[in-house]
C-alpha cells in the first residue's frame, strides 16, 4: 500500500472511532464540544468533495485528528 493509501486509512480509522464514540457509546457531550467536533469534520468532508478532485491529505489528517483529539480530552 502507498503512503498515501496508509495515510487515508488512518484518517478513516479516526473517523470510525468518532463514530463510534458518538454513536455506540452514546455519551452526553457538552453542545460547545459537539460543534467543534463537527466544525472540524465538515471542514474536512468540504475539502474531500472538491469538484476538481484536488484535497490536501494533511488537511484531512489535520481536521479529523483534531476532531479525533476533542472527544478524546473530553474522556480524561
Known amino acids: 500500500m502507498t503512503s498515501d493509501g496508509l495515510r ?3 484518517i478513516q480509522r479516526l473517523a470510525h472511532d468518532i463514530m463510534d464514540e458518538v454513536n455506540l457509546k452514546k455519551v452526553q457531550m457538552p453542545p460547545e464540544l459537539l460543534t467543534m467536533v463537527i466544525d472540524n469534520l465538515s471542514r474536512a468532508v468540504g475539502d474531500l468533495t472538491d469538484p476538481s478532485g484536488n484535497y490536501s ?3 484531512l489528517e ?3 485528528g483534531n ?3 476533542l472527544l478524546v ?3 480524561l
Do not use: D, P
Open 8 to 10: 487515508l486509512r488512518k
Open 57 to 59: 491529505l494533511r488537511y
Open 62 to 64: 489535520e481536521k479529523v
Open 67 to 69: 476532531a479525533h483529539s
Open 73 to 75: 480530552k473530553r474522556k
